[in-house]
C-alpha cells in the first residue's frame, strides 16, 4: 500500500491508497481543493465541514451537467481550434501542391 498526503480546504489529508494511485488522488484532491476555495468565496467565512459540502456539491452539479448532456465549453473551445488548424493544413497542402505542379 502506497501513502499520499492530499491538501484540500488550507488542511493535509494522509490517505492511503493502491501503489501507483496517487498521481490520481493528487488530482481529484485538486479538483476537490479548487472547488472548496471556489465554496469559500462564494458564502466568506464557514467552518470548515460546510465548505467541503458546498465544494461537493459543486462537484455533483458539474458531473450532472455532464451527465445530461450539456456541452463542456473547454471541449467546444478545442473543437473550434482542431477545426481552424484543419483548415489552415489544407490551405497549407494546397499551396505546396500548387508548387509542385508549377515546378
Not at 488542511?11 to 472547488?35: I, T, V
Not at 462537484?59 to 477545426?83: F, I, N
Request: proline share 3%; glycine share 10%.
Amino acid at each position: 500500500m502506497a501513502q499520499v498526503k492530499l491538501n484540500v480546504g488550507g488542511r493535509s489529508y494522509d490517505l492511503a491508497c493502491r501503489d501507483g494511485e496517487e498521481p490520481h488522488l493528487e488530482m481529484l484532491a485538486g479538483m476537490l481543493d479548487a472547488k472548496a476555495r471556489d465554496a469559500g468565496q462564494l458564502v466568506g467565512t464557514t467552518n470548515e465541514t460546510r465548505q467541503l459540502l458546498l465544494a461537493g456539491l459543486l462537484l455533483a452539479d458539474e458531473l450532472s451537467d455532464v451527465r445530461a448532456g450539456a456541452p463542456d465549453p473547454g471541449k467546444a473551445a478545442l473543437a473550434r481550434t482542431l477545426d481552424q488548424l484543419a483548415a489552415r493544413i489544407e490551405t497549407l497542402a494546397e499551396h505546396l501542391e500548387d508548387g509542385h505542379a508549377n515546378a
